[in-house]
């Protein structure tokens, strides 16, 4: 089983940078691929970024691409996403997800295996 805990959101003006993690534990955590999502009350749960544990692979939305940069400690069995340039249209419940045996180019929240409880990014103007 894995468990997945995300951390670092809050309130930041337009323009501003966040970094968020994700602690993930398991005992078999090297054969998930691991991503972000986003979602907004009303609104479907989107994709915004993966990367594997064992090598150096990303994949972004294209919304985020250029701004957004995903990335993991291995020792830490940590995900990070690193947000920079926000806008108020990066508001939303940001979670941390894993999917057994993925691809880091094909993931959907139909195929997540866990998730994490989110945390809460908002942008002001």
């Known amino acids: 089983q894995v468990q997945l805990v995300e951390s670092g959101g809050g309130l930041v003006q337009a323009g501003g940078s966040l970094r968020l993690s994700c602690a993930a534990s398991g005992r078999t955590l090297s054969r998930y691929t691991m991503g972000w999502f986003r979602q907004n009350p009303g609104k479907e749960r989107e994709f915004v970024a993966a990367?594997?544990?064992?090598?150096?692979?990303?994949y972004y939305a294209d919304s985020v691409k250029g701004r957004f940069t995903i990335s993991r400690d291995n020792a830490k069995n940590t995900v990070y996403l690193q947000i920079n340039f926000l806008t108020p249209a990066d508001t939303a419940v940001y979670y941390c997800?894993?999917?057994?045996?993925?691809?880091?180019?094909?993931?959907?929240?139909?195929?997540?295996?866990?998730w994490g409880q989110g945390t809460q990014v908002t942008v002001s103007s």
């Open positions: 990367t594997n544990w064992g090598g150096s692979s990303t």
């Open positions: 997800a894993a999917e057994l045996f993925g691809s880091v180019s094909g993931m959907s929240r139909r195929n997540i295996d866990y």
